[in-house]
C-alpha cells in the first residue's frame, strides 16, 4: 500500500513539474518585464560610484507612482542623438535637476540648484583630485517633465552637459523626457566586493523646489 502511494506520488510529481516550471518562467518574464531588472555598467561614465562591469539592480515599478527625484541613478532609453543607436541603448546617469529646476555652474566649484550650491561628494577622483563639477559654465532651466542628468565621471560622461553644448544649448536635446526612463537603480549586487545600496546622497536635502 505504502509503495503504491509512493508510485502515484511520484507520477504525479512529474505530471505537474512542466506546470510549476511554466508559473516559474512566467513569474521571472513578469518580474523583469514590469518591477525589477538587472542591468551591467559598461562604461566608466558613473565612476567611482558604478565601475565597469558592476551590475546593478533596477526597479521598473517606482516611476509609476512618482516622478524622478534630484540626486537618484536612473537608468533610461537614451535619445538616438546620444547613443547613435537607431535601434536605441539604455544609458545610466544621476539625475540633477527636475523639470522647473534652474541649475548653474559654477559657484566656488558647485553646481548650483534653484540658488543652492550642491557639494558632490560622490564625483569622480583619483590621486586624491577630484573632477570639476562640470567643464563650462551653464545655467539652464529644465523643461516640464524633463530631467537633466550627469553622470558622477564628469570628465567621462556622455550627459546633458555634452549634448547642451554639442545641439548649440538646445534645452530639449540636452534633457531626458520622464517617460523614458526605465527605473531607478537602487542597489549594486555584483561583483559581491563592492555590493551597496544606491541611497540619494544627503547633500541633496537642502535643494530648494523652483
Not at 534633457?175 to 537602487?186: L, S
Request: glycine share 8%; aromatic share 10%; with cysteine.
Amino acid at each position: 500500500m505504502i509503495d503504491e502511494q509512493t508510485d502515484k506520488s511520484r507520477s504525479s510529481f512529474w505530471k505537474e513539474l512542466p506546470i510549476l516550471l511554466g508559473v516559474a518562467i512566467l513569474v521571472a518574464v513578469l518580474v523583469r518585464a514590469f518591477v525589477l531588472q538587472t542591468f551591467f555598467i559598461p562604461s566608466p561614465s558613473m565612476e567611482n560610484t558604478l565601475k565597469i562591469d558592476d551590475r546593478v539592480l533596477v526597479n521598473k515599478l517606482v516611476y509609476d507612482f512618482r516622478s524622478p527625484h534630484r540626486g537618484e541613478v536612473v537608468v533610461f532609453k537614451a535619445p538616438t542623438e546620444w547613443s547613435g543607436n537607431p535601434d536605441g541603448e539604455d544609458f545610466i546617469k544621476r539625475v540633477i535637476g527636475v523639470g522647473g529646476d534652474h541649475v548653474v555652474c559654477c559657484d566656488a566649484d558647485r553646481l548650483v540648484i534653484n540658488g543652492k550650491p550642491l557639494t558632490e561628494p560622490y564625483v569622480y577622483s583619483a590621486d586624491g583630485v577630484q573632477d570639476k563639477p562640470a567643464d563650462q559654465d551653464f545655467d539652464i532651466t529644465v523643461p516640464k517633465g524633463r530631467l537633466w542628468v550627469m553622470g558622477d565621471h564628469r570628465s567621462a560622461s556622455g550627459d546633458s552637459l555634452e549634448h547642451w553644448q554639442q545641439s548649440g544649448q538646445n534645452i530639449d536635446s540636452a534633457t531626458i523626457p520622464e517617460d523614458q526612463v526605465v527605473g531607478r537603480a537602487f542597489t549594486v549586487f555584483w561583483p559581491l566586493n563592492r555590493a551597496t545600496w544606491l541611497t540619494v546622497p544627503k547633500q541633496f536635502d537642502g535643494v530648494p523646489n523652483p
